[in-house]
């Protein structure tokens, strides 16, 4: 069997799914998986026959006999995991965001040309059919000429979400940049869909970057902010998320022409055609491809990544930012409730869906418009 040789690092949580396609591209005979690595990994009756078990992932890298590793572990350890990886000889598939500082990015884009190993970035809307349909529409000028680029999400995260490890909504960890924040993470799809529809992927494709970030919940990171993004070709993107919603609704990105926007909703791979009056003319749903199958048919040199790592510069570009800004400040008294629902205890921050929509149209930060939550002593 010479399919190539598979590991993975980070079995729990996200990165279950990464089993899940592991084992069934084992099964196909696409690849052999051959170890894991999890502090606590998967019993070894619920793998194939022969695979390593590791409970830490460097381990696995050290004992060698691996062509592609995933890694799905907190921020902090990306750097170290894939520049292992690459320096053994593999390929990598890493989760978002790429690292956690520009620093350890400009090391890693380094090691990778050295080594000439391949880094597939987890940004699975990147693999979505999508982004081609709506370059090419606006290419055809069915919006117009473009005015401006938006992302968005109104998510809600209860307070078992900050519990359930030492790293999440934190920025530092034991001395280590983690960037655990709504911008760079959870919400971290919507700036880097933006960008690729944009054409603005790399470092240099970024002029300037204006941040706004705060917090309604009791934690380092930010929880609702928002990104001003001066783009290559004198075009702007806003990124406005919150995860102090209401609700959990689909996040979405926006290209807005002159003459009506096309929206994706990035997670459901859905494309709607928007009226000068935001009216829904067209809607239509297109299908999306895996990161991990992509990254095995650009090793055989037969497809191009589609979320390379060098493409994730201008991501990057707002993880350091948001890093170098001042910590994020907490809501104004009184702005924030407590909630506790059917999805469990969560703050909500008031009128937060309607000043995400105010800043997306008018390009501002929060604080900017004088929502009523920024109003701090």
């Given at each position: 069997m010479n399919a190539p040789r598979l590991a993975l690092i980070g079995t729990g949580g996200h990165g279950r799914t990464h089993v899940e396609k592991g084992l069934k591209l084992h099964t196909e005979g696409r690849v052999r998986l051959v170890a894991v690595a999890d502090p606590n990994p998967p019993a070894a009756e619920d793998l194939p026959d022969g695979v390593a078990r590791f409970t830490d992932?460097?381990?696995?890298?050290?004992?060698?006999?691996?062509?592609?590793v995933v890694i799905c572990t907190p921020i902090n350890t990306h750097f170290d995991f894939a520049s292992a990886a690459l320096e053994a000889g593999a390929d990598?598939?890493?989760?978002?965001?790429?690292?956690?500082?520009?620093?350890?990015?400009?090391?890693?884009?380094?090691?990778?040309?050295?080594?000439?190993?391949?880094?597939?970035?987890?940004?699975?809307?990147?693999?979505?059919?999508?982004?081609?349909?709506?370059?090419?529409?606006?290419?055809?000028g069915d919006i117009g000429e473009v005015v401006r680029y938006s992302a968005t999400g109104a998510w809600l995260r209860n307070e078992a979400y900050y519990a359930r490890s030492a790293w999440a909504g934190r920025r530092t960890l034991n001395g280590r940049v983690v960037a655990d924040g709504a911008l760079t993470n959870p919400l971290a799809h919507a700036s880097a869909t933006a960008l690729a529809l944009a054409g603005a992927t790399r470092l240099e494709d970024v002029k300037?970057?204006?941040?706004?970030?705060?917090?309604?919940?009791?934690?380092?990171?930010?929880?609702?902010?928002?990104?001003?993004?001066?783009?290559?070709?004198?075009?702007?993107?806003?990124?406005?998320?919150?995860?102090?919603?209401?609700?959990?609704?689909p996040p979405y990105v926006d290209v807005v022409g002159t003459s009506g926007t096309l929206r994706l909703w990035y997670t459901s791979d859905d494309i709607d055609l928007l009226g000068a009056n935001d009216e829904v003319l067209e809607q239509s749903h297109v299908g999306r491809r895996d990161l991990l199958e992509n990254l095995l048919a650009a090793r055989d040199g037969s497809a191009t990544l589609f979320s390379p790592l060098a493409?994730?510069?201008?991501?990057?570009?707002?993880?350091?930012?948001?890093?170098?800004?001042?910590?994020?400040?907490?809501?104004?008294?009184?702005?924030?409730?407590?909630?506790?629902?059917e999805n469990g205890r969560h703050l909500v921050i008031e009128g937060i869906e309607e000043e995400l929509e105010r800043a997306l149209r008018l390009e501002s930060t929060f604080t900017e418009l004088g929502s009523e939550f920024t109003r701090v002593s």
């Open positions: 992932g460097a381990d696995l890298i050290a004992a060698g006999g691996v062509d592609i990598v598939l890493l989760e978002k965001p790429t690292t956690a500082t520009l620093d350890e990015f400009e090391r890693l884009l380094a090691i990778a040309d050295r080594t000439g190993g391949l880094v597939q970035v987890g940004f699975q809307s990147l693999g979505s059919d999508a982004l081609d349909i709506i370059r090419g529409r606006v290419a055809a300037s970057l204006e941040l706004d970030l705060w917090r309604a919940n009791d934690i380092e990171a930010d929880d609702t902010s928002v990104a001003v993004f001066d783009l290559e070709g004198d075009v702007r993107l806003t990124t406005a998320v919150t995860l102090a919603a209401p609700s959990q609704k493409e994730t510069g201008a991501f990057m570009r707002l993880v350091e930012g948001v890093m170098q800004a001042p910590a994020p400040k907490l809501v104004a008294d009184g702005s924030a409730t407590l909630v506790d629902d």
